[in-house]
């Protein structure tokens, strides 16, 4: 029983800066390397014929005029150098360079564009303390990726209550505290007023921790509505995470050709190719998966990115099914020597990240060590991943009881997340509550009715809420 319902449920293999590091203006996403030209060529230019006509994109002359992101970054960083160079004590131009490292960290994966991005915005509140919202932003992104969330929080207040990447960031900080009624307020707020691709994924990705699923797909209906040329990888985003949503239902082939279309507007996207080589796991095809898995490695070009975790855990799971213990286990301590080098270097690893890699390793030191991190972790975050990691580290070391109270706070929050009943079930049958358990089973495989043992071990990154710049 321990074995089963702790395998692979959920995991926080995504860093968190990734859902809540992306503005809602001006995402910015990288064009690939010559190198990695190839990988295109298995996409066609025309949108997969399984796609809902709601969700395919019409601009298609903005893909062919799509220019290379990251050259234009450069440019930026660039010619915000030169302006201080000139005028070194420009807190304006200071905050524009900070914004411009934060685009390219977003679009490189790259952890070293994060600090020179909080470095410029500090001096450039040094420089100008008053009226600078540009910095105290790139400061509360920062701030909200290390889950210092009452910083970010008050960031964005400074920034000014009108400010709308200052709403979403609201969002985005309350629903990670597990605040979903103040997310759900900020959502609304921020749709009010400005209803666009943005503003309406997000409010989507709300609704989709209330479990409001008719409401989240007509949230991303309207966001692909209300979407323009120019805008791709916020386009390419948009459908990833619906894709994801069909994927977490068991709609597969609705959720493949989601994916397929993001890759359509940007190549070689890495969430896309998580998400297709997650699913493929799922269904039980490994080279495909192990094929997307590598495309987000040669993404990089050799460079450690954020990526490099999430490769190697993925991979490591479809090691197991493979039956391959030896590789899997090489690549889950690749992975945790990764990710505690994160944790000494004061960096973006996070302890759930850590946390569930431990849980997945299930060695009675693991588990405990697993238990302390998350006993920290909920202190500052209370979503509903972070608590069901939680009920898995404590079923994991015996403690029934406080796992089942963690569970029914998950089930209050109204999320439908098949593993997240299945946990649930699973720690009630334990506890001798047979009814609450068969009544838990039969929502998880309402929810997605292709829920089985493969999908225990296989489910990882996807399940994770969370935006790519």
């Known amino acids: 029983m321990k074995t ?54 019409h601009f298609s002359e903005s893909l062919r005029n799509n220019p290379n992101q990251k050259e234009a970054i450069q440019q930026e960083i660039a010619f915000y150098q030169q302006r201080l160079a000139v005028d070194s004590r420009s807190g304006l131009n200071r905050a524009s360079l900070a914004g411009s490292y934060l685009k390219m960290a977003r679009a490189t994966g790259e952890g070293g564009w994060f600090l020179l991005a909080e470095q410029a915005a500090q001096r450039s509140i040094a420089d100008l303390p008053f009226d600078n919202q540009g910095a105290l932003l790139v400061l509360a992104r920062i701030a909200e990726a290390r889950h210092d969330f009452a910083t970010a929080l008050r960031f964005a207040k400074q920034a000014g209550s009108d400010n709308e990447d200052a709403i979403a960031l609201s969002v985005t900080s309350h629903l990670a505290m597990g605040k979903v009624s103040e997310a759900n307020a900020a959502a609304e707020a921020l749709v009010n007023r400005i209803p666009n691709l943005g503003s309406l994924t997000l409010r989507a990705l709300v609704r989709e921790s209330q479990g409001r699923d008719a409401e989240v797909l007509q949230d991303y209906r309207q966001a692909m509505a209300a979407e323009e040329p120019g805008e791709v990888a916020g386009s390419a985003r948009a459908r990833s995470l619906l894709g994801r949503f069909y994927a977490r239902r068991g709609q597969f082939v609705q959720a493949k050709a989601l994916f397929l279309e993001a890759l359509r507007l940007v190549p070689r996207y890495p969430l896309a190719l998580i998400y297709l ?13 192990e094929g997307y898995y590598s495309k987000v490695s040669a993404y990089s070009g050799g460079v450690e990115t954020v990526f490099d975790r999430i490769v190697d855990r993925g991979m490591a799971r479809v090691k197991d099914l493979q039956g391959d213990a030896i590789e899997s286990r090489r690549l ?61 580290a404590l079923s994991a070391t015996g403690e029934w009881q406080k796992a089942d109270r963690v569970m029914a706070e998950i089930m209050r929050s109204g999320i439908r997340d098949a593993g997240m009943f299945y946990r649930a079930g699973a720690i009630a049958r334990t506890l001798g509550k047979d009814a609450e358990s068969r009544a838990y089973f039969q929502k998880s495989k309402e929810i997605d009715p292709t829920f089985d043992d493969r999908s225990r071990q296989a489910l990882g990154s996807q399940q994770l809420t969370f935006y790519l710049d």
Request: net charge neutral; glycine share 8%; hydrophobic share 40%.
């Open 277 to 289: 080589a997650d699913l493929e796991t799922r269904q039980g095809n490994y080279r495909e998966a």
């Open 4 to 57: 089963k319902i702790g395998q692979g449920i959920k995991s926080d293999v995504f860093s968190w800066w990734l859902l809540i590091a992306v503005p809602l203006f001006g995402m910015v996403l990288v064009n690939s390397p010559p190198n990695l030209r190839f990988i295109s060529d298995k996409f066609s230019n025309k949108s997969p014929e399984n796609l809902d006509t709601n969700y395919r994109y």
């Open 332 to 392: 889950r301590d690749k992975a945790e020597a990764g990710l505690r080098q994160e944790q000494v270097s004061g960096g973006f690893g996070h302890r759930r990240d850590l946390a569930s890699l431990l849980l997945e390793k299930g060695r009675s030191q693991d588990v405990t060590e697993a238990l302390a991190l998350m006993q920290e972790e909920v202190k500052i975050r209370r979503d509903a991943v972070t608590l069901d990691t939680l009920a898995w």
